[in-house]
Each structure stands twice: as structure tokens, then as C-alpha cells.
């Protein structure tokens, strides 16, 4: 993998825009969107993340299972009163499309999961159009990516649309969002392009009638696609709606995704999986003997509240609205270093299969909300 530049397009911000991606600068005018800098992989590195993604998919379904078997959703804070509901979710093959796995790599070109934002992921517009489109523009068809994003995601739901309790998928996310708005509407428009018929709803229209949801012309919701986590979900009297819904709707991410997306199951894996070479240790409640670790609080987001232990001493950590439910330790990873900061690969799973991935860039070693989207191409 090496990074490389580019002489941008004058026009490159107008060209992005009229592709619908709004939010490609932030409103302090940082880039979000690296336009003139890409990373080369070659074939074979891509195939690599490609196999790993996808063991570490049927890992983790394995270790769905164990979790439920085992009764041991407490351990990842997930309230009583839904636990059934997500055994249910799991038990009855609720659908699910996609989840991005984090992974570090290092000088070694050794992939080490950090994290699997399984529930709500983003930044999948920009890898499944907008990077296609930035290597038509400057490579024509001379170049390929790791990159099936678009084509996966219409042949998902596609397969899915037999399963679909009713004649309408809704879609939702919230109304501040206009990057949670792009990716929704993304999933929305391939889901037409499946045959789906479809309707977008904000979270906060979402109706109950005392026996199941409704839209805003009272229409039962039977299928909902919902880009909005679990855990706020849960901790709303929403929540309480969703076990007494007698239609049962499909909300997609379901229940289950509870589990994958929260930090607690990186200890599952490592206890499952030990000295894997795709994992890091990882520990409830303490380090044990690691002097080098992370410490991720179990529900964390955006970077929020991680402190990075060196040789036993802090050497970085953030601030945020998390840790009372508790925390993981992770080892420390070495993550991949250029003069324009640390870099992450996110790697996307989308009806079961791994099919594309991301590059994420930041200043700082913890990974945030802040981070810039760095383009690919294989050769």
C-alpha cells in the first residue's frame, strides 16, 4: 500500500456536489474529501482484506451465537427488557445488509480488526459512488478499485425483498444529519433500483397507534431500514413500542446487531479466538498484563473518550459522553503513519460477502469524527 498524489481538478468540489456529496468540507472548511491524494494496492492486498473480512464475518456470527447461548448480553449492557426481542430478532434470520469492519495496518501490511461498526455504519456514499466516480475522472478506464459497493447493495436487497413483511420499506435517520440524510437516501435509491417501493422518514415522524407503527399518512410500518443506533434506541420509550408491536416489523440493522456493534464483543472474539492473527488481545475490565493498550468504552462513537496507554503511562485520550457502561481493553496497534497523519482501512460487508473498501486519514492517532475519506485504486 502507498500513498500517492494527484494534481486536482479546479472544478473538483462543483463536480462532487452535483453527485449529491454535500458534506465534502465541513463548515470550518476542513476537508473531509481527499481529492489529490490516493492510496495503490495491489491486487493481492486486496485480496487479502477480502479474506479477512470475511472470516471475520463467520467469526463474528459464531460469536453471536455463543453470546445468546451462553446468556450473556448483560455483559454488553444491553437492557432486560429487550433482551428477548433480540434473541427473537436473532433466532428468526432478521435481515441484515451491511456492517464496515475498522482494521489497522502496519508497516508489515498485517490487517488487525480495531472495531465493527456493524449497526450504523456511514461513509458508504463516498465509497460506493463518489471514490468510483473521483477514478473514472482521473484514471478513465485504465484503473480498477476494491470496490463492488453499489452493485452488492441492489443484489442485496433484491434478495431481500421476498422476505419483507409489507408492501412499503421505510427509510429513516435524523433530520440534523445531511451526512446521515446522503447515506440513507444511497440506500434508499438501490433499493428502488431492486424493485423495492420505498418511503423516507425522519425519526422523529415516526407515529405508534397503540398496536404498531405508523408513517405520517398513518400508514403501517411493516420494514424499516433505520440509521439510528440501538443503544439510543433502547434507552427511549421508542423502545418499549418495538417489543409490543403486533405486526413484529423488520427493523434493518435488527436487534442482533446490538451485540456486533458494541466493543464488548472484541473481548468475545479473543476469548473465542485466541492469537488470532486478524485479532487483538482484548479484556473486559482491565488490561491484565498488556502495557501497551487501548481503552474503549463499550459504546463509544466517533472516537469519543479512548485512552491510549503507553508503557503504562497515557499518552493520548479524548473527551465525550461515555464510559459508565463500562470499558474494554485492546492492545495497542500499530497503525499505518504518512506525513499527512494515521490511516485506517474500513472494510465493508454487504450481504454476507466483503465488496469494498474505504480509507480513513487523521490527524491524531485516535480515529474521530474528524478523520478525512482517502480514495483507492488497485495496481
Known amino acids: 500500500m502507498e500513498l500517492k498524489k494527484l494534481q486536482k481538478d479546479s472544478n473538483w468540489q462543483e463536480r462532487l456536489e452535483n453527485v449529491g456529496f454535500g458534506y465534502h468540507t465541513d463548515e470550518n472548511n476542513r476537508t473531509y474529501w481527499v481529492e489529490d491524494r490516493y492510496f495503490s494496492i495491489t491486487p493481492k492486498e486486496a485480496d487479502n482484506i477480502f479474506d479477512a473480512t470475511n472470516q471475520l464475518w463467520e467469526m463474528c456470527l459464531a460469536a ?30 432478521t435481515p441484515s445488509i ?32 463518489v471514490q468510483w466516480l473521483w477514478m473514472e475522472n482521473y484514471f478513465g478506464d485504465t484503473k480498477d478499485q476494491f470496490n463492488s459497493v453499489h452493485d452488492k447493495l441492489i443484489e442485496t436487497w433484491k434478495m431481500l425483498k421476498p422476505y419483507l413483511k409489507g408492501e412499503t420499506l421505510h427509510f429513516t435517520c435524523v433530520r440534523e444529519s445531511l451526512e446521515d440524510l446522503t447515506n440513507v437516501e444511497y440506500l434508499r435509491d438501490c433499493a428502488i433500483q431492486a424493485g423495492i417501493n420505498t418511503k423516507l422518514i425522519y425519526i422523529d415522524e415516526i407515529g405508534w397507534n397503540n398496536v404498531n407503527f405508523v408513517d405520517l399518512e398513518d400508514e403501517t410500518i411493516t420494514d424499516i431500514f433505520k440509521l439510528y443506533p440501538w443503544e439510543w434506541m433502547v434507552n427511549e420509550t421508542f423502545a418499549y413500542n418495538i417489543k409490543n408491536d403486533e405486526i413484529k416489523a423488520n427493523w434493518i440493522e435488527p436487534a442482533w446487531k446490538m451485540i456486533l456493534s458494541n466493543k464488548a464483543i472484541l473481548a468475545i472474539l479473543w476469548e473465542l479466538y485466541p492469537n488470532h492473527h486478524l485479532l487483538l488481545e482484548t479484556y473486559f475490565s482491565e488490561p491484565h498484563q498488556m502495557k501497551d493498550y487501548v481503552k474503549k468504552p ?18 493520548e485520550e479524548t473527551s465525550g459522553e461515555y464510559g459508565e457502561e463500562g470499558y474494554i481493553y485492546q492492545e495497542l496497534a500499530e497503525l499505518h503513519k504518512e506525513e499527512s497523519g494515521y490511516s485506517i482501512i474500513g472494510s465493508w460487508i454487504i450481504g454476507q460477502e466483503s465488496c469494498g473498501i474505504t480509507f480513513r486519514e487523521s490527524d491524531q492517532f485516535i480515529t474521530t469524527d474528524k478523520s478525512r475519506f482517502v480514495p483507492h485504486i488497485i495496481e
Open 64 to 93: 453471536v451465537e455463543h453470546v445468546i447461548e451462553n446468556n450473556r448480553l448483560d455483559e454488553f449492557k444491553i437492557p432486560k427488557f429487550i433482551q428477548p426481542y433480540l434473541i427473537e430478532s436473532w433466532e428468526n434470520e
Open 98 to 129: 451491511y456492517g464496515r469492519f475498522d482494521f489497522a495496518f502496519d508497516k508489515n501490511k498485517q490487517l488487525k480488526l480495531l472495531e465493527f461498526n456493524a449497526d450504523t455504519p456511514t461513509s458508504l456514499f463516498e465509497c460506493g459512488v
Open 298 to 315: 463499550l459504546l463509544s462513537r466517533e472516537g469519543a473518550n479512548i485512552t491510549v496507554v503507553k508503557d503504562g503511562k497515557t499518552t
